[in-house]
């Protein structure tokens, strides 16, 4: 799919201040870290490159564009990098656009052996809205269904967990609302005002739940998967 001119204005906005991106940037960082994952990195469907640029030269990325400069204007089915050229490969909230298989197996060829799939994806079908509709969702994941199609395309799966687990009861209140109302009310991205801060914090502090040992929340809002290439 690719994000007209004015949705990549409000990404630009949001990222790195919007609760939701903060948590899941900070969950993302811990993960590279805690399975070394390698160079060189490759950020799939990336947006604006935000987080790409935070991870540095040793870093590319792509989106269906309009792209920034350092970024290629690219898709998940077909990326224009050579078979087994890197090391870890990050698809944020890109697999619920198209077809999950075809990425995946794209995904495949240009990973090195051993090389790193991390994967967020929206999580609970029953949550489904016109939110999803509006960002051209075509599927919401469940567990079972997200572990089956990585491993249908060779990739062993090292972890699962939800994102969001804290504050899956506010996102289940604020769809069950809209669905009420007939309006997004809450669920605007730009409608957390003053809340912001505190909705940050129960993010970041459920992220670093990731570097402890800690049991990983078995669900949330989003789930993500660590897998490798076998």
């Not at 906005?13 to 993302?28: A, K, M, P, Q, T």
């Not at 198209?98 to 999580?123: I, M, N, Q, S, Y």
């Not at 089956?148 to 609302?177: A, D, H, K, N, W």
């Not at 005002?193 to 739940?209: D, I, Q, S």
Request: with cysteine.
């Amino acid at each position: 799919m690719t994000l007209p001119a004015n949705r990549l204005e409000r990404l630009r906005s949001l990222e790195g201040n919007h609760f939701w991106s903060i948590g899941r940037d900070r969950l993302v960082d811990i993960l590279i870290d805690r399975y070394r994952m390698a160079a060189p990195f490759l950020d799939a469907g990336a947006g604006t490159g935000h987080f790409a640029r935070r991870l540095g030269p040793d870093c590319l990325w792509f989106d269906t564009g309009p792209v920034e400069p350092g970024g290629v204007r690219a898709s998940v089915l077909d990326m224009p990098f050579a078979s087994e050229s890197i090391g870890t490969l990050l698809i944020r909230d890109v697999l619920e656009h198209v077809d999950d298989k075809a990425a995946l197996a794209e995904a495949r060829r240009v990973l090195r052996r051993g090389g790193h799939l991390l994967v967020t994806v929206p999580a609970w079908p029953s949550l489904w809205g016109p939110r999803d509709e509006a960002a051209g969702h075509l599927r919401r994941y469940r567990r079972g269904g997200l572990r089956r199609v990585v491993e249908q395309q060779g990739f062993r799966v090292e972890e699962m967990r939800g994102y969001q687990f804290l504050l899956l009861p506010l996102m289940i209140s604020t769809r069950l609302l809209a669905r009420i109302t007939g309006e997004e009310g809450a669920e605007r991205e730009e409608g957390v005002g003053p809340f912001n801060g505190l909705l940050t914090r129960v993010n970041l502090f459920e992220a670093g739940l990731a570097s402890r040992r800690w049991p990983a929340p078995p669900t949330g809002s989003s789930l993500v998967l660590v897998g490798v290439k076998s």
